[in-house]
């Protein structure tokens, strides 16, 4: 810090995830930050990820303390999806920040519905009058359970 100025030119660095979104897709999609110093990636690996779903609670409890025992390849490979389901489902959510419900387009519900199926779980999203409707029963020992398990995505 400089005593003339009171600034700081110390990199930004951001060792926990900040979960101040109200609501998990928040967190979710808020889970990349940039800064000063690069992007702050809360999933840019397995282990990283993991860290992240336990801090954040965005999947169960029993997905969470599952996930701890799969191997780092398993972990990569979900922190690989997570990824890559967060930048899909940013466009998703900006459109729903912008009109709701409404806003939510059939290919969204077929992407999500995607990422939903893997694993040896059943989980769907489907339209409504009212909103979106959301049904899920999951097996949370499979690996592909942390990315295709989402408490109220949407």
Same mark, same amino acid.
Not at 19 to 42: E, K, Q, R, T, Y
Not at 81 to 109: I, T
Not at 115 to 126: C, D, E, M
């Given at each position: 810090?400089?005593?003339?100025?009171? +600034?700081?030119?110390?990199?930004?660095?951001? +060792?926990?995830?900040?979960?101040?979104?109200?609501?998990?897709?928040?967190?979710?999609? $808020?889970?990349?930050?940039?800064?000063?110093?690069?992007?702050?990636?809360?999933? %840019?690996?397995?282990?990283?990820?993991?860290?992240?779903?336990?801090?954040?609670?965005? !999947?169960?409890?029993?997905?969470?303390?599952?996930?701890?025992?799969?191997?780092?390849?398993?972990? $990569? %490979?979900?922190?690989? @999806?997570?990824?890559?389901?967060?930048?899909?489902? *940013?466009?998703?959510?900006? *459109?729903?920040?912008?009109?709701?419900?409404?806003?939510?387009?059939?290919?969204? !519900? @077929?992407?999500?519905?995607?990422?939903?199926? %893997?694993?040896?779980?059943?989980?769907? !999203?489907?339209?409504?009058?009212?909103?979106? @409707?959301? *049904?899920?029963?999951?097996?949370?020992?499979?690996?592909?359970?942390?990315?295709?398990? *989402?408490?109220? !995505?949407?």
């Amino acid at each position: 810090m400089s005593a003339a100025s009171g +600034s700081t030119n110390a990199p930004f660095h951001l +060792s926990m995830p900040m979960l101040i979104g109200g609501h998990p897709a928040l967190d979710f999609v $808020n889970s990349v930050v940039a800064s000063d110093a690069g992007p702050v990636d809360w999933m %840019r690996d397995g282990q990283s990820f993991l860290e992240w779903l336990l801090a954040s609670h965005a !999947v169960p409890v029993a997905i969470q303390t599952a996930a701890q025992g799969f191997s780092a390849q398993q972990l $990569n %490979r979900a922190a690989a @999806e997570a990824r890559a389901l967060r930048e899909e489902f *940013r466009e998703v959510l900006f *459109r729903w920040s912008v009109a709701g419900a409404h806003g939510v387009l059939p290919a969204d !519900v @077929e992407l999500l519905n995607t990422h939903l199926a %893997r694993g040896n779980l059943l989980q769907s !999203v489907s339209c409504a009058a009212d909103g979106v @409707e959301f *049904r899920v029963e999951r097996d949370p020992s499979h690996p592909s359970a942390i990315t295709a398990d *989402r408490k109220s !995505v949407v």
